[in-house]
């Protein structure tokens, strides 16, 4: 039941749910927006469900952000090798 293949974390069963548990606690957390007003300093902050697009796609643009530094730091395997 212990063995490295079967460990809690990579049975399909739990990762569905904690898939089902992310996606929800998102809704939640936007679907608040509702009951606690959001007053924005700029105006477009103010709109509703802009924090999590902005984290969204604030991580896509690390995401490709992090490609694109990776694409001049790359060095070959044997950078390292004497």
């Given at each position: 039941?212990?063995?490295?293949?079967?460990?809690?974390?990579?049975?399909?069963?739990?990762?569905?749910?904690?898939?089902?548990?992310?996606?929800?606690?998102?809704?939640?957390?936007?679907?608040?927006?509702?009951l606690v007003p959001v007053k924005g300093h700029f105006g477009i902050d103010g709109w509703f469900g802009f924090g999590?697009?902005?984290?969204?796609?604030?991580?896509?643009?690390?995401?490709?952000?992090?490609?694109?530094?990776?694409?001049?730091?790359?060095?070959?395997?044997?950078?390292?090798?004497?």
């Open positions: 039941m212990n063995s490295p293949d079967n460990h809690w974390l990579t049975r399909p069963g739990t990762i569905r749910w904690l898939w089902i548990i992310g996606y929800t606690m998102l809704a939640v957390t936007v679907a608040l927006q509702w999590a697009l902005f984290g969204f796609f604030s991580c896509v643009l690390m995401v490709f952000g992090a490609k694109l530094l990776a694409v001049f730091l790359k060095r070959p395997d044997n950078y390292y090798d004497v």
